[in-house]
């Protein structure tokens, strides 16, 4: 690890001499003149030699900026000219491959050099770029961390809401988390919402939910729950649910977030049903509490065959098959065997229960096949029943088809044999 320098350099002064350890190479690199441009660096128009200036070189003496190859670059300083370069797409790739093996003081320079025009810079397309490398660079430098994130400070939403800015944003999330913990909230205040449902502003949230600690994320959880169900049905937003979901299931603000999901129970089915809530509902029930993912379960099992016909609902029942057969099966036993059981019983009293009238649906056809896959016990014999039942049906189907192919996986054989007299 690098050791930082204690005192950042002040970049219009020490930039002006020889160019730091590091980035010899990039003047090399990114400026073409050389030679001759050294010999006229010490004579006059009129070929007078210049005075001696005590060892202190100017830029073009330095190499870093070279008079013949970038006359406006004469008689500026070296951190004028970074700025000034970064803001070009070859000047921005030959910065960031410099500050690969820059040394304490060249990367000491870098910060100084761009830490006037940091927000500005956040949002260029091209010096983002060298933003972002530098921020890796800081990664284990605290004093550099805190400098950059202090001149951010009053321009963090404007950041989160810009396209390249946000960017910008997610790296210092991921390098200076433990910085922004304590600003990044208050600037967001009231604007939560807005930024869940923006663009790029959702992304900046995630990764706040993804690196900040479970408990600093109230800022977002209080803001969200008055309008979790517009958030969980809102193609960005509900992004930020899923994760919350996910992260943070023993928050003490959770419970009443999940409830103003979960209930009543036509918004539940509303939720299950669009394009984006269901992949709410989804991410609950695999990560989310055990109270809320139950709740879901009893409620797909009251009518399945409904929420087992729909595009999307479709997928929430698959999920309550897997998690409930697989990743907590343990802990969803009763709800797994009221699923199944309103699956393949007929609670009427007839012959034709939900998982019969699944196999030939357009989207029914997957419920089937997860319940091929995940059947036990008593269960596969009630399958294996039903399947001979249908066999011939299924073989003229495509849809059917798909169902044979599952229970040959699951069951073995070239044709199905009923296990059961019938």
Not at 68 to 80: K, L, N, S, V, W
Not at 304 to 321: A, M, P
Not at 376 to 383: F, H, I, K, P
Request: glycine share 6%; hydrophobic share 40%.
């Amino acid at each position: 690890m690098q050791q930082p320098i204690k005192e950042l350099p002040v970049a219009p002064t020490l930039l002006k001499f020889l160019p730091p350890p590091g980035f010899e190479h990039f003047a090399q690199k990114t400026l073409t003149a050389n030679a001759r441009s050294g010999e006229s660096h010490r004579c006059s128009r009129n070929g007078a030699e210049q005075p001696d200036r005590g060892g202190q070189t100017s830029p073009s003496d330095t190499g870093l900026i070279s008079s013949a190859a970038c006359p406006e670059a004469a008689g500026t300083d070296i951190a004028d000219y970074i700025v000034k370069i970064i803001r070009t797409e070859a000047g921005a790739e030959g910065m960031v491959q410099c500050l690969a093996s820059a040394s304490s003081l060249g990367l000491a320079v870098a910060v100084a050099a761009v830490l006037p025009e940091l927000p500005e810079l956040a949002c260029d397309a091209h010096a983002s770029k060298v933003l972002i490398a530098l921020l890796e660079h800081c990664r284990d430098v605290s004093q550099y961390r805190v400098r950059l994130v202090q001149r951010l400070r009053g321009h963090l939403l404007k950041l989160t809401k810009d396209k390249t800015g946000c960017v910008v944003m997610q790296r210092m999330l991921d390098v200076a988390a433990v910085e922004l913990q304590s600003c990044l909230p208050l600037e967001l205040r009231g604007k939560v919402l807005a930024c869940s449902q923006h663009l790029h502003g959702n992304f900046v949230l995630q990764r706040c939910v993804e690196v900040f600690p479970p408990e600093s994320l109230s800022f977002l959880i209080l803001e969200l729950k008055g309008h979790a169900a517009s958030v969980a049905t809102h193609i960005y937003a509900c992004r930020i649910l899923q994760r919350l979901v996910e992260r943070c299931p023993s928050h003490p603000e959770m419970p009443e977030l999940l409830q103003s999901i979960l209930q009543p129970m036509d918004q539940l089915e509303r939720l299950c049903k669009d394009p984006y809530g269901n992949n709410v509902i989804r991410s609950l029930l695999l990560r989310g509490s055990g109270t809320a993912a139950r709740f879901v379960i009893n409620a797909i099992s009251t009518d399945v065959l409904k929420f087992s016909r729909n595009r999307h609902s479709s997928l929430v029942v698959e999920r309550c098959i897997m998690v409930s057969s697989d990743e907590r099966q343990e802990e969803f036993g009763c709800e797994r065997a009221a699923l199944m059981g309103a699956l393949l019983l007929d609670g009427s009293g007839g012959s034709n229960p939900a998982f019969a009238q699944l196999m030939l649906d357009r989207f029914g056809n997957y419920i089937a096949q997860r319940v091929i896959e995940c059947c036990q016990g008593t269960e596969a014999l009630r399958v294996e029943q039903l399947l001979h039942r249908s066999w011939a049906k299924l073989q003229n189907s495509s849809n059917g088809r798909h169902i044979i192919a599952a229970a040959r996986k699951r069951f073995g054989g070239g044709e199905m044999v009923a296990t059961i007299s019938l």
